[in-house]
T-cell receptor
């Protein structure tokens, strides 16, 4: 299947950690990405992880990948009001001779001051 | 290094009309992908161009067509517009070494063109 699933909404208090979860269905995915979209804007790449890695850390961001369960998560430490946005996970796989990137439905993160 | 630019940013059309959206790739990128993002949804893959040819297509009808030019810029054309075509259309460029390349192939997105069909 091609579905990449995410929970729709997450609310956290400023200073807390946020964890956004994603489930993908294709075990042949090579790269998995996290993008951020602010209102009225395009998508901004936050981070990505190669499928043979379990974890990647980049400043306040930690990505965990459980390939067995096809589960990807993004942890944002010390969440700030500027982190309020919609977060999309995406998987990349070879499909019919080209590299296809499929996005999830997005998780809206609300940060309460 | 310039990013991805799209034009126009907003436009309104009526049912049955045709529209052309334009995209300039990030410098050094040779692959362009187009996505449709309906309100409250994730981006849906329309098609991808590499070396001026379409090399991948999502579940969109033939009235969605495109072009890629020698400078890697691209157009998305939609004929016979329908109300459900109202959406944000996103262009993304990337550097690809071909269909089976093993690079990260990170997509860099433009801000999008918001199309409203009345």
């Amino acid at each position: 299947g091609e579905d990449v699933e995410q929970s729709l909404f997450l609310s956290v208090r400023e200073g807390d950690s946020s964890v956004i979860n994603c489930t993908y269905t294709d075990s042949s995915s090579t790269y998995l990405y996290w993008y951020k979209q602010e209102p009225g804007a395009g998508l901004q790449l936050l981070t990505y992880i190669f499928s043979n890695m379990d974890m990647k850390q980049d400043q306040r961001l930690t990505v965990l990948l459980n390939k067995k369960d096809k589960h990807l998560s993004l942890r944002i430490a010390d969440t700030q009001t500027g982190d309020s946005a919609i977060y999309f996970c995406a998987e990349r796989k070879l499909a019919g001779g080209y590299q296809k990137v499929t996005f999830g439905t997005g998780t809206k993160l609300q940060v309460i001051p | 290094e310039t990013g991805v630019t799209q034009s126009p940013t907003h436009l309104i059309k009526t049912r049955g009309q045709q529209v052309t959206l334009r995209c300039s790739s990030q410098s050094g990128h040779n692959t362009v992908s187009w996505y449709q993002q309906a309100l409250g949804q994730g981006p849906q893959f329309i098609f991808q161009y590499y070396r001026e040819e379409e090399n991948g297509r999502g579940n969109f009808p033939p009235r969605f067509s495109g072009l890629q030019f020698p400078n890697y810029s691209s157009e998305l054309n939609v004929n016979a517009l329908e109300l459900d075509d109202s959406a944000l259309y996103l262009c993304a460029s990337s550097l690809s070494w071909g269909p089976t390349n093993s690079g990260a192939n990170v997509l860099t997105f433009g801000a999008g063109s918001r199309l409203t069909v009345l």
